[in-house]
């Protein structure tokens, strides 16, 4: 079976050692363009917080259904942050919540566990700068200097965190989460030792096996556009085990908004080689998932996707 590269980053928090950096480099940008998923060690997220975050989100999952709902997002607000429960069939045993940059007035936090709140700001706080390290390594994977990702996107308040939770399957069902590929730039995934996520290749699905201490790394929508398809942002999806609760986290390494998207100008300009997508605006793009997501579209090619935007060649 296929298996999804696994990469050690803790020489990225050192000086020196170019020349295995630089082999690390190759196997993430291989897999970036083969997979759209690589797992990382070593990344530098405290494992004892890892450990404490599973432990109350799933504690705060399995408390009664009243004490969730306290928890419902606020009304009125662009984003529902707190608890949900999705009511569409195919995501009716999956519940989560949603969480926002530390301090922002849409936050939704329970009294109980008690140590919910710090424990997931702390998370939040992490994988954002773990996910500013990853930023800086797939810059140097696409042959950039380490700081273009970073500067075209240095907005870091539409990042957001959440946690999900996914009960057993049943005789009827068993997927937890449909085949999708992620808006922003690209996924932190934190997953407990219960499997289930799976990647598309080939029209094949792989399973990405849990492993201790690993974090998953995802391509998203918005960089496959701006490297112009040399990253791709891969279908996967969530099959939930039998017997067995599975709880995990996604940080969304998001872009502002208001920023306009098409391929980067080293991808084009540079090159003088014409753009595969016509610019778009991030937040216009997003409706237009959520419109579409709203209508329960059960067919791949009615649904919205970047390839909207694409330029056709005569």
């Known amino acids: 079976m296929a298996k999804v590269p696994t990469v050690d980053l803790s020489l990225f928090f050192r000086e020196g050692y170019e020349d295995k950096k630089s082999k690390i ?19 530098g997220v405290p494992l004892d917080l890892i450990s404490q975050a599973l432990k109350v989100s799933k504690s705060f999952f399995e408390s009664p259904t009243e ?19 999705k009511p569409n069939p195919s995501y009716e045993f999956s519940e989560f919540l949603i969480m926002l940059p530390p301090g922002s007035d849409f936050n939704i936090f329970p009294d109980n566990p008690p140590q919910f709140r710090e424990v997931m700001e702390e998370l939040f706080s992490q994988f954002m700068k773990i996910g500013m390290v990853v930023e800086r390594i797939l810059s140097e994977c696409l042959g950039l200097p380490p700081c273009v990702l970073e500067e075209f996107n240095n907005d870091r308040s539409w990042d957001f965190l959440i946690a999900l939770f996914y009960l057993p399957a049943t005789e009827k069902e068993r997927i937890g989460s449909n085949p999708h590929k992620d808006l922003s730039c690209f996924t932190i995934v934190l997953q407990n030792e219960v499997a289930g996520l799976e990647v598309q290749k080939d029209g094949e699905w792989i399973l990405i096996a849990p492993q201790p201490d690993t974090l998953v790394v995802n391509i998203d929508d918005a960089l496959q556009v701006l490297t112009k398809d040399k990253f791709k942002s891969p279908r996967h999806r969530v099959v939930r085990p039998n017997g067995r609760s ?13 920023k306009w998207i ?43 996707t970047i390839s909207h935007y694409a330029i056709t060649e005569e």
Do not use: M
């Open 67 to 85: 004490a969730k709902l306290k928890c419902s997002p606020l009304p009125n607000v662009p984003v529902p942050a707190g608890y949900n429960k």
């Open 262 to 304: 098409q391929p980067l100008p080293q991808f084009t300009k540079e090159i003088a080689e014409p753009p595969k997508y016509r610019p778009f605006l991030y937040k216009e793009y997003l409706q237009k998932r959520r419109e579409s997501k709203s209508k329960h579209i059960t067919r791949i090619e009615d649904e919205i």
């Open 25 to 43: 480099v190759d196997t993430i940008s291989k897999a970036c363009c083969e997979y759209g998923f690589f797992q990382i060690v070593n990344h």
């Open 246 to 258: 599975r709880n995990s986290f996604a940080f969304f390494h998001n872009l502002s908004g208001d």
